[in-house]
């Protein structure tokens, strides 16, 4: 009951901050345009249908948090058909958990719900929630408050049920033992460079070598088939910004949405609730609080609403709907500061404070920007849908897209030549790309299909010109032919000094004694760890990859990134001690192998869930 009572105090405020912490957590703002209502199914996962509009919603977080993870990545070059596949496998597993989850007991409680929506900055203007700027965010995802508030306990529920199972992981002293050997094992070794750099510094090439260089690799110096496109692009920001709105339109639409918004004063309240008073108890408080006492500490020591005790007994904010009718009408009464006198409920008896009173308006001035931008994003949406079909009609069998353009009152361009690796502009588009050398556009010279783009943005391409491959001449690529002819002879003088050094470390000679009589550095490493940062990184990298010495030192010869070569001879092996762990290194290689023992298990769990699952899709 008690429960019960705190739940329905927040009511629709919590649920919303939930939502739209929602949204900024797992999908960021995403499309402002969400076109057809995504209520047709796509995918069945054990009888329980997923929506095209959750596709959607999924497909649009998965490019946001690409985007996020690759900074300054050209939004053009994520094609939703590439990332399709991978959103569809996510809703499966996604799907299946939860069944898994729910079906196991597992559940998420409306309080938990309201406490993470109330620690979502996000949602929040000035400090407090912003139940305006939570129905405007939803209804752009595609969202009701129903659907989203489904969403977040969803997750809610995986995410316990996730760490439930990663969480019940253990790590033996053998496994630990195993590990160290491995992590903290030493090894001694010596190396010497041949450096790459003098020897393509001295080499010398003669006409004639560049001559037969380049006919004998005559087809790395070929163009690529090109094309150039002519294109209409269509798209809802820039039909947008192309429409007007009246000051009639702003009106009318004001006074529609005040008939249903909720002006009352929001009142936030604190309680301090006896379940079971007695009168002594009831005496003693309001003793207390008539000499002065502090309401806050008094809820903490005496209230048995223990989840809003820890807060001084602060419920939140309602607008007269929110508790019962006697805590309401009392509330109702109280000036900011002022505490009540105790008021029954079916959940017991409550001292009520007012904590503050916050004027809710709702303006023709405040409101009308507001309203114009949705206004003008409805008549381009109209527009768009309208457009699309002329588009799609008067582009089909068109001789020049210049005049379907002029037809919609529409824009065409023509693009740069761009090959099947794509370009600038219109190009950046692999679905564009893959249109325009199609056989339809390319051999038959068609206008493609209306193209999707994503976000609102449609295209449709038609040939321009074709520019066939070609064989450069020597004059247009001389600087690239005798640069790869250096680096060729080079490479091949490279291999052959480090064969010969590597012949005499490998007959018994030490390395510093050949790097010495060769003129070359050489270095040592001395009980090195894999972590160890202080040597070289990629000679480190071989000498760990090496089989460990038994009764002469391990030599191997390497190219290194640079083109250097290298010669290292690995001395001793020395296997990593647990017992010499300090904590927190034991602390870090228990968390290494639950992290990893928990990621197989899930996986595991996961495969059998789908081996088991029927999905149509």
């Known amino acids: 009951m008690l429960d019960s009572f705190r739940t329905n105090m927040r009511g629709i405020a919590t649920v919303i901050v939930v939502i739209i912490g929602g949204i900024f957590a797992f999908s960021g703002t995403g499309s402002l345009f969400v076109s057809g209502t995504g209520a047709e199914s796509v995918l069945i996962v054990n009888d329980q249908p997923v929506s095209a509009l959750r596709v959607q919603q999924v497909l649009s977080s998965e490019k946001q948090r690409i985007l996020r993870q690759n900074e300054g990545l050209d939004p053009a070059l994520l094609d939703d058909e590439l990332i399709r596949p991978q959103v569809i496998q996510q809703l499966i597993a996604r799907t299946l958990i939860a069944q898994s989850a729910v079906g196991q007991g597992f559940g998420a409680s409306s309080?938990?719900?309201?406490?993470?929506?109330?620690?979502?900055?996000?949602?929040?203007?000035?400090?407090?929630?912003?139940?305006?700027v939570f129905q405007y965010m939803i209804r752009n995802q595609g969202f009701t408050s129903a659907t989203f508030v489904e969403t977040v306990r969803q997750d809610l529920i995986i995410q316990q049920f996730i760490q439930g199972l990663t969480n019940s992981n253990f790590v033996t002293d053998a496994e630990l033992a195993n590990l160290a050997s491995f992590t903290e094992q030493e090894r001694d070794y010596y190396y010497l460079?041949?450096?790459?750099?003098?020897?393509?510094?001295?080499v010398q090439v003669s006409e004639q070598q560049v001559l037969d260089h380049y006919e004998q690799t005559k087809a790395k110096y070929q163009t690529q088939v090109q094309v150039s496109v002519e294109s209409i692009e269509l798209n809802a920001a820039q039909l947008a910004s192309e429409q007007s709105v009246s000051q009639q339109q702003i009106q009318a639409r004001f006074d529609q949405e005040a008939e249903s918004i909720n002006t009352a004063d929001s009142l936030q309240a604190a309680h301090l609730l006896l379940t079971e008073p007695t009168v002594e108890i009831l005496a003693e408080i309001q003793s207390k609080l008539d000499a002065g006492s502090d309401f806050a500490a008094l809820a903490k020591e005496y209230s048995d609403d223990f989840a809003s005790a820890d807060s001084g007994g602060d419920l939140g904010f309602t607008t007269g709907e929110t508790f019962p009718a006697a805590f309401e009408?009392?509330?109702?009464?109280?000036?900011?500061?002022?505490?009540?006198?105790?008021?029954e409920t079916d959940a017991g008896t409550h001292f009520i404070k007012l904590l503050d009173r916050q004027k809710e308006s709702f303006e023709l001035a405040t409101e009308s920007a507001r309203i114009e931008q949705e206004l003008l994003r409805e008549a381009a949406s109209d527009l768009l849908v309208e457009k699309l079909e002329m588009l799609k009609e008067l582009s089909f069998n068109s001789e020049t897209l210049a005049e379907v353009a002029a037809d919609l009152d529409l824009e065409s361009s023509v693009s740069e030549p761009f090959s099947r690796a794509g370009g600038p502009g219109v190009a950046a588009f692999p679905a564009v790309v893959k249109a325009a050398f199609s056989p339809e556009v390319l051999e038959d010279k068609y206008a493609s299909e209306v193209l999707n783009l994503g976000d609102d943005r449609y295209v449709v391409i038609k040939l321009q010109e074709y520019f066939p491959a070609r064989q450069k001449e020597l004059n247009e690529v001389r600087p690239a032919v005798e640069t790869n002819l250096r680096q060729t002879i080079a490479k091949q003088t490279i291999a052959e000094q480090g064969a010969a050094l590597l012949a005499l470390v490998q007959g018994g000679e030490s390395v510093e004694a050949v790097a010495r009589s060769a003129g070359l550095d050489w270095q040592a490493g001395q009980n090195v760890k894999r972590t160890d940062r202080s040597v070289n990184e990629e000679v480190k990298m071989a000498v760990f990859q090496m089989e460990a010495p038994t009764d002469q030192p391990t030599i191997q010869g390497f190219s290194a990134a640079n083109a250097d070569y290298i010669i290292a001879s690995l001395q001793s092996v020395t296997p990593g001690d647990a017992s010499k762990l300090s904590q927190e290194q034991r602390a870090n290689l228990s968390f290494a192998v639950m992290s990893t023992n928990s990621s197989r298990d899930l996986e595991a769990y996961q495969a059998g869930l789908l081996s088991q699952a029927d999905i149509v899709q």
């Open 111 to 132: 309080k938990a719900v309201s406490e993470l929506i109330l620690a979502t900055p996000g949602f929040q203007a000035e400090g407090r929630f912003d139940q305006e």
């Open 193 to 202: 460079t041949l450096p790459m750099k003098p020897i393509i510094d001295g």
């Open 329 to 343: 009408a009392a509330l109702a009464e109280l000036e900011i500061g002022q505490v009540s006198a105790p008021v």
